[in-house]
């Protein structure tokens, strides 16, 4: 009995031995999401996927990775580009791997821990699962999430990042999805120089057009463009004449609700200045077109926010020429030029 | 360190086991564990489901289906004495699809682990509810792919088709028109999640060396002539994430099951 309790803790000892050379290899560095002092609380719950080093490499190899989609060659910056606050670079709509057009123009990829849903319709309501859409569809990476899991099982150094980025080590959807999420927390643009100004930093001050384009923003946009992430977050129709080739419906393609109709995400305005053309299907080549059409290009479509609505009953929000100016000013203080170049977040 | 501690625990309990065997003299299940097996067996009212089959409604519709699947999750059994065993979450969460049936018609879901007890009814969702959508990938595991592959993800939001039915309907207007059921929840503005109680006719003995099963007669016909009754000329050909028509079809589907028998063995 004595020898094969001795026995039994030697075979006990030569399992924890083996158990301590596979720890070895899942030790992660823990990565701080660091929430700006002027932003909103995080929405994305950290303890479900907490931010590792090695799973934010992880999802950054992803993110520029091309084997995501069926012909190996369209990774999600394709359409996200960093100097662009990660959009397609003057493309209103972006094509796909079978030379299928999208619908609308893509969107930027930051401060997205911040945010409840996405797409310019909400039709994501988890970051993690937000991937699957672009992936999936035959208009953009015409993938399967079993094609993807097969592709990086047989690759050895993702068979390695995977394990070194989660505890059961697996390459398989969830870790996947966790990965790509981690490197999209991680995003977070908040150095604008309008964010110094307003957090009191390094003696940044605005100048006197900045200023009064901020005065104006606070009395003409900020209602929907609210908060310092310049969104109420809220899916609104702003009456925009519709494009007959499209149709998009925008969020009534979700409940099939008629008071959805032509209802987009009002979207941010952080590194407007780099991600245009603007609206969701990028109609709009520049930022004066964008304030033009508010003050006089806007038509009532049948759905149109009252927000908009004057008192003589005409739509729109109404600008002089040196408001216009002194707006632009102030948009161009949302430039965040430490996100735009941030290597963490860069390719090579 | 680990294993040494679990040697202990394993030799300890091996002892105390081995000495609890002889005032065995009631039935003790403490920490006895076993299989239960739950068989799904879709049905369109007094028939057979069958691919391809041209079956009626109430409204002089008829539909035929090409594809029937649906997602059950949160599977837990109460016993005689109100105690609940919840199968544990990761797990917790089927796809039923009548592609997967044997011969007889049945699709199985086997839980392991059970704790042994005797147990007076089942609970079950239909679909993924609010708390495990939250999760986001977290605890997914490959359901994801699983799902995808079964054509239960939406491809165009993100989210789990609940149930799906594709196939064509005729009325009294249209032939073969195309039929497709996808509905689900919407993030946290549209949940349509619903949880179904059935009681068994007997009690269903989980023990270590037994494995009861519990056989449910699903009723495809009243997930259109349920609680209400629907019409596919009326807007119900094409259900998606419709904010006023998935709930119907929601609560339609909480009346489809049946346990028609249970056997203990």
Redesign the interface.
């Known amino acids: 009995m004595k020898t094969k309790?001795i026995l039994?803790?030697i075979?006990?000892?030569c399992?924890?031995c083996s158990?301590t050379q596979e720890e070895l290899e899942y030790r992660p560095t823990p990565m701080e999401v660091t929430i700006p002092e002027n932003f909103p609380n995080l929405v994305y719950?950290l303890d479900?996927?907490p931010v590792t080093q090695e799973g934010f490499e992880l999802g950054k190899k992803l993110f520029y990775d091309g084997r995501l989609s069926a012909n190996n060659a369209i990774p999600c910056a394709f359409c996200h580009e960093q100097a662009f606050a990660f959009t397609h670079h003057g493309h209103n709509l972006s094509h796909g791997v079978n030379g299928g057009i999208g619908f609308r123009n893509s969107q930027p990829i930051q401060n997205l821990a911040f945010q409840?849903?996405f797409?310019w319709n909400?039709?994501?309501?988890?970051?993690?699962?937000?991937p699957?859409?672009p992936l999936?569809?035959e208009l953009e990476m015409g993938e399967?999430?079993?094609n993807v899991?097969a592709k990086l099982n047989s690759d050895s150094d993702y068979i390695k990042r995977f394990k070194s980025a989660f505890e059961d080590g697996?390459i398989?959807?969830?870790?996947m999805?966790?990965a790509l999420?981690q490197f999209m927390v991680m995003m977070v643009s908040s150095n604008s120089k309008y964010d110094k100004y307003k957090r009191k930093e390094e003696g940044v001050t605005l100048t006197p057009q900045e200023l009064n384009g901020l005065a104006i923003f606070e009395n003409k946009c900020s209602s929907c463009h609210a908060t310092d992430l310049f969104t109420d977050q809220t899916y609104r129709n702003n009456g925009l004449p519709i494009n007959p080739q499209l149709n998009d419906k925008g969020r009534f393609?979700?409940?099939?609700?008629p008071a959805d109709l032509y209802k987009f995400k009002v979207p941010s305005l952080r590194n407007v200045e780099k991600s245009f053309p603007y609206m969701h299907d990028g109609r709009f080549a520049t930022l004066q077109a964008v304030l033009n059409f508010y003050d006089s290009g806007m038509v009532d479509n049948g759905n149109v926010d009252p927000i908009f609505l004057r008192a003589n009953g005409s739509l729109g929000i109404s600008l002089s020429n040196e408001e216009k100016e002194a707006l632009l000013a102030f948009l161009l203080t949302l430039t965040d030029n430490e996100f735009l170049t941030d290597e963490r977040f860069s390719e090579f | 360190m680990k294993t040494i501690q679990w040697a202990l625990l394993l030799m300890l309990s091996i002892t105390i086991l081995s000495c609890n065997k002889d005032d065995n003299t009631e039935e003790d299940l403490t920490g006895q564990k076993g299989n239960l097996v739950i068989k799904f067996d879709n049905g369109v009212g007094e028939q057979d489901f069958i691919y391809g089959t041209s079956y009626d409604k109430s409204n002089g519709e008829s539909f035929k289906l090409e594809a029937l699947k649906y997602i059950i999750s949160n599977i837990r059994v109460t016993d005689s004495k109100g105690n609940t065993f919840m199968y544990p979450s990761a797990d917790n969460v089927f796809i039923v699809d009548e592609a997967n049936a044997n011969n007889a018609g049945e699709i199985w879901i086997t839980l392991a682990n059970v704790d042994a007890a005797d147990y007076t009814s089942i609970t079950f969702g239909i679909g993924i509810d609010q708390e495990r959508y939250a999760l986001g990938a977290d605890g997914q595991g490959n359901f994801l792919t699983e799902a995808q592959e079964a054509g239960m993800l939406w491809s165009w939001a993100t989210g789990f088709r609940f149930v799906r039915l594709d196939g064509t309907y005729s009325s009294a207007t249209v032939t073969n028109e195309p039929l497709n059921i996808h509905m689900g929840s919407v993030g946290t503005a549209l949940d349509n999640y619903r949880e179904v109680t059935l009681s068994f006719p007997n009690t269903v003995k989980v023990r270590e060396n037994k494995e009861p099963e519990i056989h449910i007669e699903a009723d495809i016909l009243k997930i259109f002539d349920g609680q209400t009754s629907v019409s596919f000329d009326n807007g119900y050909s094409q259900v998606h994430t419709d904010e006023n028509t998935t709930p119907v079809i929601a609560n339609n589907m909480k009346g489809m099951f049946e346990v028609h028998h249970v056997h203990n063995e």
């Open positions: 309790l039994f803790c075979w006990g000892f399992i924890s158990n719950n479900h996927n409840n849903e797409m909400g039709a994501a309501t988890h970051l993690d699962l937000q699957i859409i999936t569809s399967t999430l079993s899991v697996q398989n959807s969830e870790n999805l966790k999420s393609l979700i409940f099939e609700n």
